[in-house]
């Protein structure tokens, strides 16, 4: 089922001499570009880069894998010059090191210039690859030599196609990557069970803060046990989690159509749904429960896609939302547990004196925290321009309660 409401765009071209137009596909909300040219397997390359960087768009009619061979090379110049870049802004590990009191250190001036500059390029890269368009036949067919049945994966993402469209080849290939990780699913060991995220909806792979959810003994707030929130629910992975752990009552919450599809699925598949009961609402339900659990977005800056919305939280909405409400939805002597990297603070967006001053406006204590350390790879990868704060990087796990 497609879940978007919004209306579908027109892409206009010239093509033989005559006037072409077909809808425009584009999840990220990309308008349609306005300067179209046919393309095929004569094009090279750096000619693609010139004609993306004049914002002109490519309408592919040759062969379907040489159109990603084409993408391929595109991606591997535009990073070229970033990369020389970045690394003359590499902070090294040391620069963003930890304060005898546990705290962060001051981030050093350049780890924000290159999340700054990072994300520029993010944004201006994005907006290049996806000049290079794919023609779909009523379907989702591609008309196109060697090109895959991708029905499957546009239909989870589109709905239903009864007429012709233009999409992005970019586009397509996180389509099917998603199509795959929905099939396969995300293992959580923390679960004993795997997890499927649909598309537009942020997969688990992060399980370290999972961990902590499992780890952390339940709060001996009354009634103990007998009910539980989750917000912002995602996959739903949070909520099957606390349900595992024996919570008799959990009541999820998330804003987004496809997230609560998604969470539903998850939950029908891990035998919880009438354990777990979704809400489509904006972060807290009604009434009260001895454990609130919210894992809000990391990093506050805005998000330039759908699926960023998992990690990127303009100004902290959610995360001091979560805070300000929270007070009013615990019951006596509950607990509300954050689960919040301490990212930001190493790339200089958020400090933590900001943070404990909005848990203590809020009229909560701290009464502890578990932290653990990453393991993803990026943590490791001294190329990565944000390698200084990934390494320092430290996920927790915060016990809050209201003060009396």
């Not at 110049?77 to 590499?90: E, K, M, N, V």
Request: glycine fraction near 8%.
């Amino acid at each position: 089922m497609h879940l978007s409401s919004a209306p579908t765009p027109t892409l206009h071209w010239i093509q033989a001499d005559q006037p072409h137009s077909a809808l425009w596909r584009s999840e990220a909300g990309v308008p349609p570009p306005t300067r179209v040219v046919m393309a095929d397997d004569t094009l090279s390359a750096p000619a693609a880069c010139h004609l993306a960087a004049q914002g002109t768009a490519m309408l592919w009619r040759g062969d379907f894998q040489n159109a990603k061979q084409l993408l391929q090379a595109m991606a591997r110049r535009l990073d070229a010059g970033p990369a020389r870049a970045f690394r003359r802004l590499d902070a090294g590990p040391a620069r963003a090191s930890r304060r005898l009191d546990g705290k962060p250190a001051k981030p050093a001036p350049d780890l924000l210039t290159a999340f700054n500059q990072h994300r520029m390029h993010q944004a201006q890269r994005a907006r290049a690859l996806g000049m290079l368009l794919l023609p779909f036949e009523a379907g989702h067919m591609l008309p196109l030599r060697r090109a895959p049945d991708v029905q499957a994966a546009c239909t989870e993402a589109y709905g239903p196609s009864d007429a012709p469209y233009v999409a992005s080849l970019r586009e397509l290939q996180g389509l099917i990557g998603a199509h795959e990780w929905r099939k396969k699913g995300v293992n959580i060991p923390s679960l004993g069970a795997r997890i499927h995220p649909h598309y537009g909806v942020y997969s688990p792979v992060r399980g370290e803060y999972l961990e902590l959810i499992a780890a952390q003994p339940l709060p001996r707030g009354e009634p103990r046990g007998e009910i539980g929130f989750d917000i912002g629910t995602g996959t739903g992975v949070i909520a099957a989690l606390l349900a595992k752990r024996g919570i008799s009552r959990v009541v999820a919450t998330d804003t987004d159509p496809r997230a609560l599809a998604c969470a539903q699925d998850n939950l029908a598949r891990l035998g919880l749904s009438r354990q777990v009961q979704l809400l489509k609402t904006d972060l807290f339900p009604p009434g009260r429960a001895p454990l609130v659990v919210c894992n809000p977005p990391w990093l506050p800056a805005k998000p330039s896609a759908p699926i960023e919305r998992a990690i990127y939280d303009p100004a902290s909405q959610m995360l001091r939302g979560f805070l300000a409400g929270l007070k009013d939805h615990l019951t006596p002597g509950g607990e509300g547990w954050l689960i919040l990297s301490d990212l930001a603070e190493h790339l200089g967006l958020r400090s933590r004196d900001q943070l404990l001053g909005w848990i203590a406006d809020a009229g909560l204590q701290v009464l502890g925290r578990s932290d653990v350390r990453p393991t993803h790879s990026k943590t490791q990868d001294a190329s990565d321009p944000l390698y200084a704060a990934r390494a320092a990087e430290v996920t927790s796990l915060w016990r809050l309660t209201a003060i009396d």
